[in-house]
């Protein structure tokens, strides 16, 4: 069975440019979740996607953070324009079910904004 | 505010030894605890999970314990083996909440054969 695959592994981008990460979650799981991890810092929740549905996107930074799920299945997150602070590396995560089940991980996107 | 304290030290042990890594938290009322391995340029891994009811969880040579008093879990890596190099994380979910992990910094692990 296939994991959580991230695209791109890695994204070098100009400040004020736009960038849009990709998540695949595993089949049939209807929870998607994105966190990102700062260099030096904890992995930090962004947002919880169940089915096309956000239910819970308070760790979004800011309005320059957009993530969609159409139908259900892939996930973009979209930084526009991306800033210097926005660096670091993406994870997507997808569960069967959002209590207590174990989230499954992707390997990351690297973003370094310059 | 809540912490999640973990020992940004890395740990270096002698293969077959057990490793110890300790997790400590402030202002939570956590549902459930996590830990996760983490190898370079990957994502984590779900190792176990241990709810705030349970105060020990084994798997394989790995065991967890959670102390609500203290604030504290510890995890346990027996027999260990260079393989098990890694960063191990662990995460707490709050009851009250929308059960998402919040996670520790995270503290590396080196085996030595």
């Known amino acids: 069975e296939a994991g959580v695959t991230q695209f791109p592994s890695h994204s070098v981008i100009e400040k004020g440019q736009t960038v849009t990460l990709r998540c695949d979650p595993i089949?049939?799981?209807?929870?998607l979740y994105w966190y990102r991890r700062v260099m030096g810092k904890e992995i930090k929740f962004l947002l919880h996607?169940?089915?096309?549905?956000?239910?819970?996107e308070s760790g979004m930074p800011n309005n320059r953070f957009l993530a969609e799920r159409t139908g259900g299945t892939y996930s973009t997150l979209k930084v526009q324009p991306a800033e210097l602070e926005d660096s670091g590396v993406y994870f997507c995560?997808?569960?069967?079910?959002?209590?207590?089940?174990?989230?499954?991980f992707g390997p990351g996107t690297r973003l370094t904004v310059l | 505010s809540q912490k999640i304290e973990q020992n940004s030290e890395a740990l270096n042990i002698q293969e077959g030894k057990t490793a110890t890594l300790t997790c400590n938290y402030t202002?939570?009322?956590?549902?459930?605890l996590q830990w996760y391995r983490q190898d370079p340029g990957r994502g984590p891994v779900f190792l176990l999970l241990?709810?705030?009811?349970?105060k020990e969880k084994r798997k394989e040579r790995l065991k967890v314990t959670f102390d609500t008093t203290l604030k504290q879990s510890l995890f346990h890596i027996t027999a260990s083996q260079p393989a098990d190099s890694a960063t191990y994380l662990c995460?707490?979910?709050?009851?009250?909440?929308?059960?998402?992990?919040?996670f520790g910094r995270g503290t590396s692990l080196i085996v030595h054969p």
């Open positions: 241990i709810r705030e009811n349970e």
């Open positions: 995560a997808s569960s069967q079910a959002s209590a207590h089940n174990e989230q499954f």
């Open positions: 995460a707490l979910a709050s009851s009250g909440g929308s059960y998402i992990p919040t």
């Open positions: 202002n939570y009322s956590p549902a459930y």
């Open positions: 089949s049939g799981h209807d929870n």
């Open positions: 996607f169940v089915k096309e549905s956000k239910q819970d």
